[in-house]
């Protein structure tokens, strides 16, 4: 996604970032909008004070949150408790919080957990959550201090992919290490499985249910953790089309999405609904034909990628209430696997997240490419524009984001 | 096997109660209208032509599914739906679900489900018949070790494949790892939750399944001693069992109550636990060849199964969380039952037991052991009745890719 004058320019700032130190706790700075009993800002930023479990252990890691700022404190805010308790500020800005006061950047990593809250929608249906804007004021402080350091961004880069783009390049152009996304990619699957690195995709399918765009995005970002592990990698979206209603099961008909994977899809799932809910019974929801009477409101997120792969989210609220992947392989192999929400208040999944994103702290390394999320926001931005367009097929020149995955898997299976 | 009748395999289902989330309704709905398994929607390639089912309640379902699924027929005893209706056995295979319903509650607190009693029905029509066919028990095979024991002795001097036990050793484990066969095993725990002559039989199976693989294979069990309440803590203080074991469990486990308000995953302290488990139980047990053991129920703290062991010479301390989709608002299906089901399919196709009977022989009479221990004020137990020899199967029988 560099154009090659930013890419000169990242060779020019490299020297910027600078690693921790080895011996001393990380430092910390957390910017998110609410610090509230459940709220990503709360789940993340609580197990960088208190530990989660790893690896079969309770890892405590060796950080120190130096400064907090929270956006909004709704009834129930925790940020103040939590800075009394375990000795940190909560500043009244961005810039004091990575300063921590001073003048100057004085901490190792900055954590942005800009999800919840009380922000505008867009006619997208997009909630505004200030990601960008968020960043840009760590990033000026970054340039005021010649200096950079990781960064975490929480979900979406934003709800604009220029903004997103943006966001990337300046990471490059900084040369701060920087990681986004869901906890999808990286919680546990069941079966414990990933794609084949190099695998020859036919046609991927995902299924999702929840709201947008709050978890079509964890759907998208799960798809696109198992697709870009394909022959050559990531090359970049073509083209989108978001349908709705019974356009939906129509496209299925035609092929346009496959009823077969459907159906393998929906044979990892712990949790169709409908008469199963009544009397407790399995439920072929495919194969019955019974499945568009549980889904009043389905929607199809189209994905053709500049390679030819065609991938498809199914949001289907009604059927199910668990995300589950499908894919056909050439030769016919079909793989499937369900990606495991864990369940409230543990969400032990966003644990997976943050050993992630405490490795990234300490090693100055991503363990995945941000540009997964960056084209996964582009993606969802573009779906949600077919949305309100008619539903009319986009082209999307300006996903044209290629990377290639990472070689070893980054899910949970230890 | 052979039931003269060509094309698919006919079963016969015996179960207590029949209704939402009962184990006989997670298991006979499984063989009537299939479920997903390994990337597909299953349809068991046999079918279930006879029920019988010993409490009808109000909130029956066996009658629905008998309208669904003519091809199954509710016979009002045993032996008539083993015979359908003749005077011989009719079918090629049984699943019995002793679980749930209104039976005496003993004054050790067991529920006395008749599973001894039904499985006595279906042997004297195997052999007023003069043959037999594969037989599944749901759970443990009997809440008195006596009849449990008559039951595999008889399963052994008739010869037919017999299967049991719980769906713990076969359901997902989370993450996905097998003990390795041969192990050097230190030291093993199970952090669970549930009741006593319930539950507990699961922890221990899920203990069971892993330690049978050490080296050597099983050799019985020689004492068992049940810690209840402040005796429990007392216990955990001076080393009955590990606690770097125990903690290992617990950071497996997807529900570990919070124990501080504000925050939805800590690590407690044990003075915390105390505080959230108010009738903490514990079964510490040693097997014959030295190996000690530990099932733990922590109700207030977890809901979920987790095994830790320690392994000569790997610092490392082995667990996983042998994990349960439960329908108590987390999944909508019980989907740990489907492995089991599956794997009673593959005995009723090849009339091979595709793991050992004596796993839940032994797991049926620790549990008997650890119900007996807590009625005598939580005194030792010698078990040299449970000196049970039995070698693992070699492959893994877990789901999993």
């Known amino acids: 996604m560099l154009t090659r004058r930013e890419f000169l320019e990242s060779a020019a700032l490299a020297s910027l970032a600078t690693p921790a130190k080895a011996d001393q706790p990380l430092r910390i700075a957390m910017i998110t909008t609410v610090y509230r009993y459940l709220s990503h800002g709360q789940h993340i930023g609580d197990r960088f004070l208190v530990g989660y479990p790893l690896n079969g252990a309770w890892h405590k890691p060796n950080v ?14 925790l940020s103040q408790a939590r800075a009394s308790e375990f000795g940190f500020t909560v500043y009244p800005t961005i810039a004091e919080a990575l300063c921590c006061g001073g003048s100057k950047l004085a901490c190792d990593a900055v954590l942005i957990v800009a999800e919840h809250g009380n922000y505008p929608r867009n006619d997208k249906g997009q909630i505004l959550y200030p990601r960008y804007e968020f960043f840009e004021q760590c990033v000026e402080i970054f340039q005021r201090s010649g200096r950079a350091v990781p960064l975490y961004n929480d979900k979406h880069l934003s709800y604009s992919f220029e903004k997103a783009r943006r966001m990337v390049a300046t990471s490059k152009k900084l040369g701060f290490p920087m990681l986004a996304g869901s906890s999808l990619p990286v919680t546990w699957r069941l079966p414990d499985l990933d794609m084949p690195l190099g695998a020859e995709i036919e046609e991927a399918l995902m299924v999702g249910v929840g709201g947008s765009d709050a978890m079509d995005f964890h ?22 089309q978001l349908l709705e209603g019974n356009a939906v099961w129509e496209a299925g008909k035609h092929g346009v999405w496959s009823w077969d994977l459907l159906s393998s899809a929906l044979s990892r799932s712990d949790t169709p609904l409908g008469l199963t809910l009544k009397d407790g019974r399995t439920q072929d929801l495919v194969g019955s034909g019974v499945l568009p009477s549980l889904v009043p409101h389905p929607a199809a997120y189209l994905i053709e990628y500049r390679d030819g792969l065609r991938a498809s989210l199914l949001m289907l609220n009604g059927a199910v209430k ?30 997976c997240l943050v050993s992630k994103i405490e490795q990234m702290f300490l090693t100055g390394r991503a363990p995945y490419p941000v540009e997964r999320t960056l084209l996964t926001s582009g993606i969802l931005e573009a779906c949600l524009t077919s949305k309100v367009q008619d539903h009319r097929r986009l082209e999307t020149p300006q996903l044209e984001v290629s990377y290639q995955p990472p070689v070893e898997s980054q899910y949970s299976r230890m | 096997m052979d039931s003269g009748t060509k094309g698919r395999l006919k079963l016969a289902a015996i179960v207590t109660r029949y209704f939402k989330y009962s184990h006989a ?44 699924h003519p091809e199954m027929k509710i016979y009002p005893t045993i032996a008539e739906a083993l015979t359908r209706g003749s005077s011989k056995l009719a079918v090629d295979g049984v699943v019995v679900v002793g679980e749930h319903g209104k039976y005496p509650r003993n004054e050790k607190g067991q529920t006395e489900y008749p599973r001894y009693q039904f499985f006595q029905q279906i042997v004297e029509v195997f052999r007023s018949s003069s043959r037999t066919v594969p037989v599944f028990n749901d759970k443990h095979l009997s809440w008195k070790w006596e009849w449990a024991k008559e039951m595999y002795d008889t399963s052994r001097s008739m010869q037919f494949p017999f299967m049991a036990g719980s769906s713990l050793p076969v359901t997902w484990r989370i993450p996905s790892l097998e003990m390795s066969l041969g192990a050097d095993i230190q030291e093993a725990l199970c952090v669970c939750y549930g009741g006593v002559d319930s539950y507990d039989f699961h922890g221990l199976e899920t203990i069971q399944c892993m330690v049978e693989r050490r080296r050597g294979g099983e050799v019985g069990v020689v004492w068992l001693e049940a810690y209840r309440g402040d005796r429990f803590w007392d216990a955990l203080e001076r080393g009955a069992w590990s606690r770097d074991l125990m903690n290992a469990a617990l950071c497996r486990s997807h529900t570990l109550t919070p124990a501080k308000p504000g925050f939805n995953d800590i690590f407690p302290s044990v003075d915390e636990m105390r505080q959230m488990v108010r009738d903490p139980v514990a079964y510490v047990y040693q097997h014959a060849d030295g190996l000690r053991c530990a099932m733990l129920l922590m109700n207030g703290l977890v809901r979920d199964f987790n095994f830790a062991a320690r392994l000569r010479n790997q610092p490392r301390i082995f667990s996983t969380q042998m994990y349960l989709p439960m329908p108590d608002g987390r999944t909508t299906l019980a989907d740990f039952f489907s492995p089991l089901v599956f794997h009673m399919e593959q005995m009723f196709l090849t009339g091979k037991a595709q793991y050992p009977v004596e796993r839940t022989l032994l797991t049926t009479g620790l549990t008997a052991a650890g119900v007996e221990s807590l009625y005598r004020n939580q005194a030792r137990v010698e078990t040299p009745h449970l000196a049970i020899h039995y070698q693992p199967r070699r492959e893994s029988m877990f789901e999993r890719a």
């Open chain 2, 25 to 68: 309704q997670h298991i006979v709905d499984r063989l009537l209208d299939g479920y997903g398994w390994q990337g597909s929607y299953h349809h068991p390639p046999m079918d279930v032509v006879s029920l019988y089912v010993d409490q009808v309640g109000p909130d029956d379902l066996s009658r629905e599914r008998a309208s669904r």
């Open chain 1, 322 to 351: 668990d995300f589950n992947f499908a894919a056909r392989l050439q030769g016919g192999r079909r793989i499937s696997t369900q990606f495991l929400l864990t369940p409230e208040p543990n969400v032990t999944y966003s644990a």
């Open chain 1, 64 to 77: 120190k949150m130096v400064s907090l700022y929270v956006d909004q404190r709704p009834e129930g805010d």
């Open chain 1, 219 to 240: 759907g998208l970002e799960a798809l696109q953790c198992m697709v870009e592990r394909r022959k050559g990698g990531e090359s970049g979206v073509k083209a989108v």
